[in-house]
């Protein structure tokens, strides 16, 4: 981890990035008048990225190299939409727009979204940086370059279930929205993007916002927020198609079309996608399908748009992990885990014959099948000349089940009779059964935007309503004796119903010339009930009610031309996870809701153009500090329930702190450079730790401790060096690097993740020859340093015969050298 902290000290000084290239400058005014306009929104490839000052000017810092769609929008005007060649030299640009439009789907995007003004850590990611890091991984694995991100895979190639943490928070305490409305699932508070496979082939922006961020629909962003857009109207009619084969026999087609402006109203743009791999651990195969359908209507001062879209996967269940001797080769430790009944004979010759990409299933059928349909109604209204309104009406409708084979199972928690065989009584039989969830989510979200044309005062009422119920239940569909069952046997069932609205006011104010300041206030309330018993024949029974107010201010001070200090303060709150309910005895809701204040401040510098470096075009960097104090945190402990589950509990105090440096420049367009590099402090305080004697009695530690918190490495970095040798072609080394994370909340070494360093190259040739638009190749070389790492895993641990604990440790070992090559087809 030594080199990775001076590589990434060397990276930072250089502070460079892969897709700045050279400053855009320039004026926006009334076409008729020549009256500048204050508080216009300029967006790079469908990305806010800009707005104009009270003079009506605007700079854009870095603009990759290559052709890009510049927007602007402004309430009470027509948009104005041109394209835009990122070069080395400096461009200036006067824009004239005409009156009479509306700022088409800026009431939909602005609401969410941070900007300078707002005094919140967070990074944009237009149509242009995604596409050049898509080569059909999930998403989580195109967002690894961004600050504090750590990504993993069960099946280790980045297709299929994949996770993605910022800040040491999980995707449950990630708030995801696509174009306002939530996707986080309201019982677990997951966001499983496996539902959604090739979504990055039809998003036109990303914002990653890091800490609680700005006020958001759905669960609480309790360590980051990441607001997808898919809103981008395309006024050019285009057909294109990215097909992808790589290691492991992964497969990746798609094919996009759009009408573009039809009788200066109508668009309509779809895709269908593709994806399949084996895997790279055994058994880790995924097939998954989707689609995007979107149609419009734009008028004078109106934008209405019908989207839809779905994904339908089938993954073999590599979400078991491998056991730790399968790692590192210990006999010993192998032994171990076969005394204790965690692996079988069988499989422990499997564990020394397939090594780090040993399967624990062998079940042909041992699948998870899920598909989930979405379907999002958008209005965007221009209210007279400051005022704009956005609306969207929602439906998800989820459904499916993951099949498993089960060996020896008592028949009456089936709800099965013994068999009576004779003098024979039969209690177990081997079986097949399939947990299945359907589930619906509907509801309604709303932003009135304020924008007036002087633009000192920016102003947004929001909120948003929204009901899910979910079915959970089991059936038997094979038994080796099936006694009194019947064709797909039930035997269990609850349901769950949860409803969860909010509304919130935003406004900013340019108080002086150099001083902003930010204000955002939020109420939340929950009702939460579950009906039922679950699978180990518990009743699940709850009742729960919530409600939160979450203030957040902030402040900007502008130190001079491109220099920014800022400083925020916001309170986040979060209700427990279903699990937090279901896997307690009966009758205990003794969990409790979380607690978050969050401080963030920081530097922005932002030079357009400099020699001081040498041929440098562009440079901008940023230190931001964070201090997230937790108060009722719901962490591991080691507690386990009577049938061996492990339980969260609120820890009373604990937080995170650190600093994150970003930092990017290049040399006129041949050659750049970026880096983000994290360093952070993540414990629990006065931890007591449970454990059991040899009898299963729980010990809880006498005395409390400071500990670290399980999945937060102190160090993360990442680094891109992108090159242009020759034009068209685009080379690029990418690295990453990630320190020690500990299993759990113990601090043991016996339950950690080893430190790691990943170099990944990538390579893009883009030609337009006089037939067709373009033609792209691509090429990503993964793991090029062929490292054996793990990047997930989790651990538990019993007594052994002599009374000392013994741990138990599942990785998910992630993928050794491996390819992905694309071509790309533009009409």
């Known amino acids: 981890m030594k080199n990775s902290l001076l590589t990434g000290a060397a990276l930072l000084a250089l502070s460079g990035t892969a897709w700045a290239q050279g400053p855009v400058s320039g004026t926006v005014t009334d076409a008729r008048t020549g009256t500048p306009l204050p508080g216009a929104t300029i967006l790079l490839d469908g990305t806010p990225s800009a707005a104009t000052t009270a003079a009506g000017t605007f700079t854009l810092p870095a603009v990759p190299a290559g052709l890009h769609e510049l927007r602007v929008t402004y309430l009470g005007y027509e948009a104005l939409v041109q394209n835009l060649q990122g070069q080395a030299a400096e461009q200036r640009l006067a824009l004239a727009l005409q009156p009479g439009g509306v700022a088409i789907g800026e009431a939909l995007v602005t609401a969410s979204r941070a900007n300078d003004r707002t005094a919140t850590a967070y990074t944009n990611l237009g149509r242009q940086d995604l596409q050049k890091r898509n080569f059909g991984q999930d998403l989580p694995y195109l967002l690894d370059q961004t600050p504090s991100v750590v990504v993993t895979s069960d099946?280790?190639?980045?297709?299929?279930?994949?996770?993605?943490?910022?800040?040491?928070?999980?995707?449950?305490?990630?708030?995801?929205?696509?174009?306002?409305?939530?996707?986080?699932?309201?019982?677990?508070?997951?966001?499983?993007?496996?539902?959604?496979?090739?979504?990055?082939?039809?998003?036109?922006?990303?914002?990653?916002?890091?800490?609680?961020?700005?006020?958001?629909?759905?669960?609480?962003?309790?360590?980051?927020?990441?607001?997808?857009?898919?809103?981008?109207?395309?006024?050019?009619?285009?057909?294109?198609?990215?097909?992808?084969?790589?290691?492991?026999?992964?497969?990746?087609?798609?094919?996009?079309?759009?009408?573009?402006?039809?009788?200066?109203?109508?668009?309509?743009?779809?895709?269908?996608?593709?994806?399949?791999?084996?895997?790279?651990?055994?058994?880790?195969?995924?097939?998954?399908?989707?689609?995007?359908?979107?149609?419009?209507y734009?008028?004078?001062s109106t934008l209405l748009k019908f989207i839809?879209?779905?994904?339908?996967?089938?993954?073999?269940?590599?979400?078991?992990?491998?056991?730790?001797?399968?790692?590192?080769?210990?006999?010993?430790?192998?032994?171990?885990?076969?005394?204790?009944?965690?692996?079988?004979?069988?499989?422990?010759?499997?564990?020394?014959?397939?090594?780090?990409?040993?399967?624990?299933?062998?079940?042909?059928?041992?699948?998870?099948?899920?598909q989930q349909n979405h379907y999002q109604l958008h209005l965007s209204q221009g209210l007279g000349e400051d005022w704009n309104l956005g609306a969207a009406l929602h439906l998800?409708?989820?459904?499916?089940?993951?099949?498993?084979?089960?060996?020896?199972?008592?028949?009456?928690?089936?709800?099965?009779?013994?068999?009576?065989?004779?003098?024979?009584?039969?209690?177990?039989?081997?079986?097949?059964d399939r947990?299945?969830?359907?589930?619906?989510?509907?509801?309604?979200?709303?932003?009135?935007?304020?924008?007036?044309?002087?633009?000192?005062?920016?102003?947004?009422?929001?909120?948003?309503?929204?009901?899910?119920?979910?079915?959970?239940?089991?059936?038997?569909?094979?038994?080796?004796?099936?006694?009194?069952?019947?064709?797909?046997?039930?035997?269990?069932?609850?349901?769950?119903?949860?409803?969860?609205?909010?509304?919130?006011?935003?406004?900013?104010?340019?108080?002086?010339?150099?001083?902003?300041?930010?204000?955002?206030?939020?109420?939340?309330?929950?009702?939460?009930?579950?009906?039922?018993?679950?699978?180990?024949?518990?009743?699940?029974?709850?009742?729960?009610?919530?409600?939160?107010?979450?203030?957040?201010?902030?402040?900007?001070?502008?130190?001079?031309?491109?220099?920014?200090?800022?400083?925020?303060?916001?309170?986040?709150?979060?209700?427990?996870?279903?699990?937090d309910f279901t896997d307690r005895p009966v009758g205990d809701q003794s969990a409790k809701a979380e607690y978050l204040q969050d401080v963030e401040g920081g530097y922005r510098l932002t030079l357009p153009a400099t020699s001081l470096f040498g041929p440098v075009t562009a440079l901008r960097f940023e230190a931001n500090y964070f201090y997230m104090k937790y108060r009722d945190q719901l962490v591991a402990t080691g507690q386990l329930n009577d049938v061996g589950t492990a339980l969260r509990t609120n820890a009373p105090r604990s937080y995170r702190t650190g600093v994150e440096l970003t930092g990017f420049a290049s040399a006129n367009d041949k050659l750049s450079l970026s880096s983000t590099l994290t360093l952070s402090r993540n414990r629990i305080q006065d931890f007591r730790e449970v454990t059991y004697d040899a009898n299963y009695n729980p010990i809880?530690?006498?005395?409390?401790?400071?500990?670290?918190?399980?999945?937060?490495?102190?160090?993360?970095?990442?680094?891109?060096?992108?090159?242009?040798?020759?034009?068209?072609?685009?080379?690029?080394?990418?690295?990453?690097?990630?320190?020690?994370?500990?299993?759990?909340?113990?601090?043991?070494?016996?339950?950690?993740?080893?430190?790691?360093?990943v170099l990944d190259f990538r390579a893009r040739y883009t030609v337009r020859p006089q037939f067709m638009k373009e033609i792209e190749l691509g090429l990503l070389l993964n793991n090029v340093l062929n490292r054996r790492y793990v990047a997930n895993g989790y651990t538990y641990g019993y007594p052994g015969p002599d009374g000392q604990q013994q741990t138990f440790n599942w990785y998910f070992p992630q993928a050794t050298r491996n390819f992905l090559a694309s071509v790309g087809l533009k009409f």
């Not at 730790?324 to 010759?349: F, V």
């Not at 400071?706 to 970095?717: K, L, Q, W």
């Open 155 to 296: 099946a280790g190639a980045g297709v299929g279930y994949t996770d993605i943490r910022i800040r040491g928070t999980s995707n449950t305490g990630i708030n995801m929205t696509i174009n306002g409305v939530p996707l986080n699932d309201a019982e677990s508070h997951g966001s499983f993007l496996v539902n959604l496979p090739d979504l990055a082939s039809s998003i036109s922006s990303i914002q990653v916002q890091r800490g609680v961020g700005t006020s958001q629909n759905g669960g609480a962003a309790f360590g980051a927020s990441l607001n997808i857009s898919t809103l981008d109207n395309r006024r050019e009619a285009y057909a294109e198609t990215q097909n992808t084969f790589g290691s492991f026999n992964t497969w990746r087609n798609n094919v996009s079309f759009g009408t573009g402006l039809l009788g200066g109203h109508f668009t309509v743009d779809g895709r269908l996608s593709r994806i399949a791999s084996d895997g790279y651990v055994k058994r880790g195969a995924s097939d998954m399908k989707s689609y995007y359908l979107s149609a419009g």
């Open 298 to 300: 734009q008028g004078k």
């Open 308 to 370: 839809t879209f779905s994904g339908r996967e089938k993954t073999y269940q590599a979400w078991n992990g491998v056991p730790e001797p399968a790692i590192t080769g210990d006999r010993a430790l192998l032994q171990q885990y076969i005394d204790n009944g965690e692996l079988s004979t069988a499989d422990a010759e499997r564990v020394l014959r397939e090594g780090r990409r040993y399967s624990y299933y062998t079940y042909d059928n041992q699948t998870d099948n899920y």
């Open 396 to 432: 998800t409708r989820g459904f499916g089940y993951y099949e498993s084979y089960r060996a020896n199972r008592k028949l009456v928690d089936y709800g099965l009779q013994n068999v009576v065989l004779g003098d024979t009584t039969i209690k177990r039989s081997n079986l097949v």
């Open 435 to 579: 947990k299945w969830l359907d589930n619906y989510f509907y509801g309604g979200t709303f932003a009135l935007n304020y924008q007036p044309r002087e633009g000192k005062l920016q102003a947004t009422l929001g909120g948003a309503w929204n009901r899910f119920t979910n079915d959970h239940y089991g059936e038997v569909i094979w038994a080796q004796y099936a006694s009194n069952g019947s064709i797909r046997q039930r035997y269990y069932f609850n349901d769950a119903v949860k409803t969860d609205y909010n509304a919130y006011a935003r406004a900013t104010w340019q108080v002086l010339p150099i001083l902003g300041v930010y204000g955002d206030l939020q109420v939340r309330r929950i009702r939460y009930t579950i009906d039922g018993v679950e699978d180990d024949q518990n009743d699940v029974t709850t009742r729960a009610k919530y409600l939160f107010f979450n203030p957040k201010l902030g402040a900007t001070v502008t130190l001079a031309a491109g220099q920014q200090l800022y400083a925020s303060y916001a309170v986040g709150q979060r209700e427990p996870v279903r699990s």
């Open 700 to 757: 809880t530690a006498a005395e409390g401790r400071t500990t670290t918190i399980s999945y937060s490495p102190s160090v993360v970095s990442a680094h891109t060096l992108e090159g242009q040798p020759v034009r068209g072609l685009r080379l690029a080394l990418l690295y990453k690097t990630v320190s020690r994370q500990y299993l759990d909340n113990s601090t043991s070494e016996d339950r950690r993740i080893k430190p790691y360093q």
